[in-house]
């Protein structure tokens, strides 16, 4: 199992979490979707370095160069729909990849427990033998990523696993550390302190997808 988190060393990314919390750079709704793509192509970049490529020579005009490319493309799953943005920074990264696309959401009465997690449009390929990227910008209670594999998982078995988000909470690292076990890998823009009783983020940043497209009724 990998743990990658972007903001232990200090670098752009920084810059980028900063803005995306800040309550009066939010209200630039451009300005936050900008910014959750461009810190998923930072993780994607980071992502592909741990794949399997295979090496090639290529020929130039005044020569040959060693060339590598991915052995094969990876599978981007998008849980929409705060997870729009993000995934679009993967897909800048994984240009030629597939993609599935699942809607999921909390329901209002009790949030937070895996029972009230609504799984809505879901349009996926199969999932055997590819290396799967689970895509939605905050991990909280980890429930909705956990109903999502499940779904994903009646259509095969991964070669390979990987979790982003942009934003997660111990609580919910830790539930899909036990549920998914060692081969999982995760990669994440920030690991923060807790889960409030309204199992939201602290200090978080909000609701990602109202801050994306505006408040749902």
């Known amino acids: 199992m990998k743990i990658f988190e972007l903001n232990q060393e200090l670098s752009v990314a920084q810059t980028i979490l900063a803005q995306m919390r800040d309550p009066d750079i939010q209200l630039d709704r451009w300005r936050f979707r900008h910014n959750l793509q461009r810190l998923g192509m930072l993780l994607g970049y980071e992502l592909s370095k741990t794949l399997q490529y295979q090496t090639f020579p290529l020929h130039t005009s005044l020569g ?6 991915l052995d094969q493309q990876p599978l981007l799953i998008c849980v929409m729909r705060a997870g729009l943005p993000f995934y679009q920074g993967f897909a800048d990264v994984f240009d030629q990849a597939d ?7 909390r329901q209002a009465e009790q949030a937070g427990m895996e029972q009230d997690i609504f799984l809505g449009y879901s349009a996926n390929p199969s999932i055997e033998g590819r290396d799967v990227v689970l895509i939605d910008p905050m991990l909280a209670t980890g429930s909705s990523l956990l109903k999502v594999w499940r779904l994903l998982a009646q259509s095969g078995t991964p070669r390979s696993l990987h979790i982003a988000a942009a934003i997660a909470a111990p609580e919910g690292l830790a539930l899909l550390q036990r549920e998914l076990g ?10 923060d302190e807790r889960l409030n009783e309204q199992a939201y983020i602290v200090p978080g940043l909000g609701d990602a997808g109202d801050l994306c497209f505006g408040e749902k009724s």
């Open 99 to 105: 993609s599935g696309f699942i809607g999921a959401y």
């Open 64 to 69: 040959v160069a060693r060339g590598a490319d």
């Open 182 to 191: 060692t081969a999982t890998h995760f990669w994440l823009g920030a690991v």
